[in-house]
């Protein structure tokens, strides 16, 4: 029997990567979409790529009715804003439904903490300890029958599975690293606004928000912290590329012992993704032309010496629509019900 499959804001780019996704999934079927625009879309019109694709009355949006929805699906994929999603999720689980939350909702533990980052107040604390971290090469364990995921940032994807076998091991310092990271304006979402305008984007790269503050930061930081048992400190410098999708982060990190080699660093990222069908460890150097429209992070490692100072690099690229969204987020949903976390994704 096929997961019955709902989708909350499916007119965004997370939207569509969802429904593009499931419409290949072996397991999984598509049976209802949900907007809450007063004027309900046609999804098909929308993007015109599902023309044929979907059947017609699926393709008219209808009302998010969490008593509807739960009677047709078994799980929801929330690709809402921020503060919508988490005004909707109490009444999805009521309804029973399993919901995936690929907002920031439920990504922070401290609502305190995400009422300072987003700039406004957690409305469902009371979900808040039951949500669970949805990065499943690191927190796999906590997947299995969860009722609700908090699907994780893009930046903090990238980095955390860049970051995460290096202090797992005690091989890096738990402080003074910098994440310095570049995505494609797909990250930024699929509402206008002037600085994503063509001409403002096209042949243009530089750093963007308030460096040292940006959204996700703390979020780095609260996935590595988990993974160490103590504070982590992490500052990330987002960039824009002039590209659609593809985030390639290049991330600066300090030895704990000065007879630190290379093959220690390989060593770690392959015992800790050895069986990990999504991150590849690379001996190249990775580049987001590599991972574009998969599910794939490829990570490599360097040790650098230089004028008597040694720092480790890793370099780490995801596409920020997939592994950093969409894709992670049906990877999350394959764990939760025991399919193969591959399905739909290779």
Known sequence: ?????????????????????????????????????????????????FLGRIPEDLAECRPIDPGAIGSEADVVFLALPHRAAM?????????????I????????????????????????????????YGLPELFRDDLAGASLVANPGCYPTAAALGIAPLLERRLVQPDGIIVNAASGVTGAGRSPAPHLHFPEQNEAYGPYGQIGAHRHQPEIQQSLSRVTGSDVGVLLVPHLLPIDSGILESIYLQPVAPDLTEEDLFDAFEQAYADEPFVRVRNDLPNVKHVVGTNFCDLTVRLVKNNGATRVVVFSAIDN????????????????????????LL
């Open 1 to 49: 029997m096929s997961l019955r499959v709902a989708i909350i804001g499916p007119t965004g780019y997370t939207g569509f990567h969802l429904i593009d996704l499931l419409l290949r999934h072996p397991a999984a079927e598509l049976t209802y979409l949900a907007s809450h625009r007063e004027e309900l879309p046609n999804i098909v019109e929308v993007f015109p790529r």
């Open 321 to 344: 629509m997939i592994k950093g969204a969409s894709g992670q987020a049906i990877q999350n949903m394959n764990a939760v019900f025991d399919l193969d976390e591959t399905a739909g």
């Open 87 to 99: 005004a909707h999720v109490p009444a999805l689980l009521e309804a029973g439904l399993t919901v």
């Open 101 to 132: 939350d690929l907002s920031a909702d439920y990504r922070l533990k401290n609502p305190a903490l995400y009422e300072s980052v987003y700039g406004h107040p957690h409305t469902d604390i009371a979900h808040l300890p039951s949500a669970v």
